[in-house]
């Protein structure tokens, strides 16, 4: 059929056509947006990686190279949870409008994404994946699958349970299945996994008391029903589960392995918003130490890399109103003995303390800023390209050698 020149079609119809062959050019010819591959020099480590304040994208600071890299996947929020065991892939989530998302891993240079939860149990829009963690072994990433059914009047209702897929994803199969657990927590070598789990119970006459027991026939008031968490443990294999901590009342959250493996310290919370430290060997039938006895305000906890004290921000502690960071002694009373780590009076309002894998640094937040401070000196600077965010940061694994010794499969 012979072609008809542009100029001589009517004038809305050239406008069609124009408009197609622009969209066809902008398609072939120019390089997509998303995701943003890097043509920089590739990373050499350590990385340390957030997301950042607008959570359109995710930061990769090159402490080998001084530099800081920008993954931009597309225009869902982006929230980065770790990397792979090599340290040669990162694993985030993107979610739309503040809901939470889908789970991916992509190359440091934002290329090869893969999705890694396939679901077909549920409508696409029925679940959500979040708190995706890759295990240190690399052989599993363990992330909290959000459920949502709907009742027979209508009403949606949530569950959340602790899943896994191996590390290039696949169909989720199940650590927990009772609907409300939460916060999953690899130990270093792998083997296991801490999670929180809620349960409900009828109130009882002050926080420490529990209720008596509904007699037989009579309704139970759900409504007033409080919802506290016990801390569990569950084998990578699946094959041994146990209760690791159980408190008639009050709650648990912030489940922390120390770095040799042997303890987990959490948050325990007679009431909201009043914590207290204490920790626990991973045995079935350990018996949990209780590290402070006043209540304060516990925003977070690592370890020290020599797993000979914990380290925490917390507000209202030691007579001291604003939150910095305390090293908590693993004897006696905190309430006495727990001395402040780092008492720069200029690294204010301190949260989420990571350590590097070498134990040679120590990333924090300071005023919303992301702080870096090396240990060997104890001099600090602020990653200024990370801005103010709300994210915590995150350490590349011990085993990363640099983006150039990554497998390209």
Not at 5 to 33: D, E, G
Not at 121 to 146: H, K
Not at 172 to 193: A, M
Not at 318 to 328: S, Y
């Amino acid at each position: 059929m012979p072609s008809t020149p542009l100029l001589n079609l009517p004038r809305k119809t050239a406008h069609m056509y124009r408009a197609v062959l622009i969209a066809f050019f902008a398609l072939v010819f120019i390089p997509s947006t998303y995701p943003q591959a890097q043509a920089d020099p590739p990373l050499v480590g350590p990385l340390l990686g957030a997301t950042n304040a607008q959570q359109d994208a995710i930061l990769l600071h090159d402490l080998g190279t001084g530099t800081t890299r920008q993954l931009r996947f597309d225009t869902r929020w982006h929230m980065l949870w770790g990397f792979s065991a090599d340290g040669c892939r990162v694993i985030y989530t993107l979610s739309t409008n503040g809901a939470l998302g889908r789970a991916y891993s992509a190359r440091l240079d934002g290329s090869d994404v893969r999705e890694l939860v396939q679901f077909s149990e549920l409508p696409p829009d029925q679940w959500e994946v979040w708190e995706a963690q890759p295990s240190p072994d690399g052989n599993r990433i363990a992330f909290t699958l959000i459920r949502t059914t709907l009742l027979a009047d209508g009403t949606p209702e949530r569950s959340y349970h602790i899943a896994w897929v191996g590390a290039q994803g696949g169909v989720p199969e199940f650590y927990s299945i009772t609907g409300d657990e939460h916060e999953p927590e690899w130990s270093p070598d792998g083997q296991w996994l801490a999670y929180i789990s809620y349960t409900r119970r009828v109130p009882g006459a002050d926080i420490y008391s529990t209720a008596a027991p509904t007699p037989e026939g009579q309704p139970v008031n759900t409504a007033a029903m409080l919802r506290e968490a016990d801390l569990w443990v569950v084998s990578a294999d699946g094959q041994t589960k146990y209760n690791l901590a159980n408190f008639p009342t009050g709650s648990l959250r912030a489940p922390r392995w120390s770095p040799d493996g042997s303890l987990i310290s959490f948050v325990y919370s007679p009431s909201p918003g009043n914590d207290q430290f204490w920790m626990i060997a991973n045995a079935q039938g350990a018996i949990p130490t209780q590290l402070s006895q006043q209540w304060s305000l516990i925003l977070d906890t690592t370890w020290l890399p020599d797993s000979t004290a914990i380290i925490s921000a917390a507000r209202d502690f030691r007579d001291v109103a604003e939150n910095v960071l305390w090293q908590v002694p693993l004897v006696g009373s905190a309430d006495s003995n727990a001395v402040r780590y780092l008492g720069d009076p200029a690294l204010s309002y301190t949260d989420y303390p990571r350590f590097s894998p070498d134990g040679r640094y120590l990333a924090l937040r300071s005023s919303y800023a992301v702080a870096l401070v090396d240990l060997a000196n104890n001099g600090w600077r602020l990653v200024d390209e990370f801005g103010l965010g709300n994210m915590p940061p995150v350490w590349s694994p011990a085993a990363f050698v640099g983006e150039a010794a990554c497998s390209q499969n």
